[in-house]
């Protein structure tokens, strides 16, 4: 199997910062993809940012130059600093991964547990 293992979430004001970090283990062939994605309450899932295994990142309109998405691939880990916290910031954040386990195997999504993420006005 495959665990992501989410940390780093936690309360802070606005105007804060924060740093989530999700490492991936388990039987691991390759990460392709990795992101984030949050839900607050009463609202669908709804993608954070994205980065792949080369190439560009992805970021949300609402996040862009705040947000900055990172990987270390030597750690199957990817970080994501939050910078210029907004009350609207607030939500559960989880780890997205997407992994082949062995060189025959398909790609599929895993996910993480999921960290809260609590900005006060």
């Known amino acids: 199997q495959v665990q992501l293992v989410e940390s780093g979430g936690g309360l802070v004001q606005a105007g804060g910062s924060l740093r989530l970090s999700c490492a991936a283990s388990?039987?691991?062939?390759?990460?392709?993809?990795m992101g984030w994605y949050r839900q607050a309450p009463g609202k669908q899932r709804e993608l954070v940012a994205t980065?792949?295994?080369?190439?560009?990142?992805y970021y949300a309109d609402s996040v862009k130059g705040r947000f900055t998405i990172s990987r270390d691939n030597a750690k199957n880990t990817v970080y994501l600093q939050m910078n210029s916290l907004k009350p609207e910031d607030t939500a559960v954040y989880y780890c997205?991964?997407?992994?082949?386990?062995?060189?025959?195997?398909?790609?599929?999504?895993?996910w993480g547990q999921g960290t809260q993420v609590t900005v006060s006005s």
């Open positions: 388990g039987i691991i062939f390759r990460v392709n993809a």
């Open positions: 980065i792949p295994s080369g190439g560009s990142s």
């Open positions: 997205n991964a997407v992994v082949r386990r062995n060189v025959e195997a398909m790609a599929r999504d895993y």
